[in-house]
């Protein structure tokens, strides 16, 4: 294998220097980098999912480079088929081999389910010199991350640990890396200043983080309820928070509402935080609430959170009807879910819970 390996590297070398030999190397300007958008995909046949014919706006897509002979690859095969599921309908996942089709149609057909995102086969080499070859990249599995504005916002190995958190991002349209990069000194200053017990600095630079772009850093301003929370120990601070600028800046967003509602509900450091439980309960059925409003009862998950703060707020009745509620609607993969949770409320209405 590490023969096959160095094998296949000096071959990828000796197309790159013939390349540059007959004229069609890479100048500093065309290098393909994070923030450019995302060259089309020529592909001489697709052996499993839909063709991707163009990078449709509003959705994200992974396009990662592989080959059946890598072992890196084929262990990355079963994490990006969960990660498939895991964001089918906002983001697509495309396997790109550049192997001939007669190597690569087996390989995919014993995998099956085991493989379960688009692959195709570039046998003319056209996408690789295009994107591995244009990206300085000579080295498999390599994964290039595309938003829904069609641009090129992470390049790396999808067994890198930053990897899953900017897939999740990106499927969730929460991801830029300019504004990230911007952001990364004011939240080193946050974690300085939180080592110091420097509320007001803290706070300052957090809010400096959020301003950038509430919807992008949604994430900050719910570590920014946790600081309030668990770090400088104010309740009356943190319900503030949560209740005035965080639900007036998520007003439109139902998910970062679920979230911090769930967060609340379930986070073990919340829960034995030693603050009045039943004010953050009653602030997590406020979040749920108007994540369910927002959505005019249309979120499954809405929904979901709102039957989970009902039931924990006492309100067991009202908690199974509105499970009911997100059962019905929710998609085929969390049904399962969902009616345990009904299941589990219905048992604590039998039980006069």
């Not at 057909?109 to 080499?125: F, I, L, R, W």
């Not at 599995?141 to 930053?162: L, M, Q, R, S």
Request: charged residues 25%; hydrophobic residues 45%; neutral net charge.
């Amino acid at each position: 294998m590490k023969v096959r390996t160095m094998c296949a590297a000096i071959m990828a070398l000796a197309v790159s220097g013939a390349s540059v030999a007959q004229g069609i190397g890479f100048g500093a300007n065309d290098k393909l980098t994070v923030g450019k958008q995302a060259p089309k995909l020529t592909i001489q046949e697709w052996v499993k999912g839909e063709k991707v014919e163009s990078f449709q706006s509003g959705h994200a897509y992974v396009v990662e480079f592989w080959a059946t002979w890598c072992a890196p690859c084929r262990r990355a095969i079963p994490h990006l088929t969960e990660l498939q599921k895991k964001y089918k309908g906002k983001m697509t996942f495309i396997g790109v081999s550049n192997e001939d089709a007669s190597v690569v149609k087996p390989f995919v057909a014993e995998m099956g389910d085991k493989m379960g995102y688009t692959v195709a086969v570039d046998q003319s080499q056209t996408t690789s010199r295009e994107w591995m070859q244009a990206a300085g990249q000579n080295g498999i599995p390599c994964a290039f991350i595309v938003d829904g504005a069609g641009k090129i916002v992470w390049i790396g190995n999808p067994h890198d640990n930053e990897f899953d958190k900017i897939v999740g991002k990106v499927a969730g349209g929460r991801f830029d890396p300019v504004l990230e990069a911007k952001a990364k000194p004011l939240l080193e200053q946050v974690d300085y200043s939180l080592r110091m017990e420097d509320w007001r600095v803290c706070e300052k630079y957090l809010d400096q983080v959020i301003a950038m772009d509430a919807r992008i850093f949604n994430h900050v301003a719910m570590r920014k309820f946790r600081i309030l929370l668990l770090n400088k120990k104010n309740l009356d601070d943190a319900v503030a928070f949560a209740s005035g600028p965080f639900m007036s800046m998520y007003a439109d967003d139902a998910e970062t509402l679920v979230a911090l509602s769930n967060d609340i509900l379930t986070n073990p450091e919340i829960i034995k935080s030693g603050h009045d439980q039943a004010v953050l309960k009653a602030l997590a059925l406020d979040l749920a609430s108007e994540a369910v409003d927002s959505t005019r009862g249309q979120d499954a998950a809405a929904l979901n959170a709102k039957a989970l703060a009902l039931y924990h707020n006492g309100k067991v009745a009202e908690a199974v009807e509105t499970q009911k509620k997100a059962f019905f609607i929710a998609p085929p993969e969390l049904k399962a879910e969902y009616k345990r949770s009904l299941e589990m409320y219905q048992q604590g209405a039998r039980l006069g819970r």
